[in-house]
């Protein structure tokens, strides 16, 4: 059983498009943390947010953080084909460890 | 700087064998942490050693083991293998034990099929 629920499992849109990824739990996270992983690769980090309310933007890329610290969301503006690939969340709490969600599998196409 | 390597790549095992999977650290990196990554599930956190000493351990059977060595690089072990191993298996390491600040950097994994 994941610990955090990532949705819509699939997404796929027409390039220019925007789109949003939602990663939700019931437990509280000391950070939460947004990857990108393509086929044959490790994830990559893209993000880590902290504070409760937190909104980091990385270009097109929008990431919040839940006032509670128990949700987060990804939003890409303008959707490009290379924002193709699988989006990860995942929550970290006091022992360090890394729990991700099932994650996204976003296609842009062209 | 290289990344995080591991190796081998690709792995094709029977059902009741053993395998043993390998893992060098970016330069400079103390821990390194191993995930299992099930087709279509995101990574699940299994080991992670810091120093040579484990310092935490997720919810797998007693059959996967891992040991890090004088020069930080790790291996990790999985006896008598069932079908439902299958997965690609991932290193990453990091400077320290943990943190949010103290960000995970992730290898290409090694794709383990088990027959």
């Known amino acids: 059983t994941q610990l955090l629920e990532q949705s819509p499992q699939f997404l796929s849109i027409q390039e220019g498009e925007n789109l949003t990824v939602y990663c939700n739990s019931s437990?509280?996270?000391?950070?939460l943390q947004w990857y990108r992983q393509e086929p044959g690769e490790g994830p990559v980090l893209l993000v880590t947010?902290?504070?409760?309310?937190e909104v980091k933007k990385l270009k097109r890329l929008t990431f919040q953080f839940g006032d509670a610290r128990k949700d987060s969301s990804l939003h890409i503006t303008a959707a490009q084909t290379g924002d193709t690939g699988l989006y990860l969340c995942?929550?970290?709490?006091?022992?360090?460890?890394?729990?991700f969600g099932a994650g996204t599998t976003v296609t842009v196409r062209a | 700087d290289a990344g995080v390597t591991q190796s081998p790549t690709h792995l094709i095992k029977t059902r009741g064998q053993q395998v043993t999977l390998r893992c060098s650290p970016i330069?400079?990196?103390?821990?390194v942490s191993w995930y299992q990554q099930v087709l279509g599930q995101g990574p699940q956190f299994i080991f992670q050693?810091?120093?040579?000493?484990?310092?935490g351990r997720g919810n797998f059977p007693d059959r996967f083991s891992a040991r890090q060595f004088p020069n930080y690089s790790s291996e990790l072990n999985v006896n008598a293998l069932l079908l439902g191993d299958s997965a690609l298996y991932l290193c990453?390491?990091?400077?320290?034990?943990?943190?949010?600040?103290?960000?995970?950097?992730f290898g290409p994994g090694t794709r383990l099929t088990v027959l």
């Open positions: 990453a390491s990091s400077r320290v034990a943990g943190g949010y600040t103290d960000t995970q950097y």
């Open positions: 947010v902290v504070t409760g309310g």
């Open positions: 330069s400079g990196h103390k821990s």
């Open positions: 050693y810091y120093e040579k000493e484990e310092r």
């Open positions: 995942a929550g970290e709490r006091n022992d360090y460890k890394l729990s």
């Open positions: 437990s509280v996270f000391s950070s």
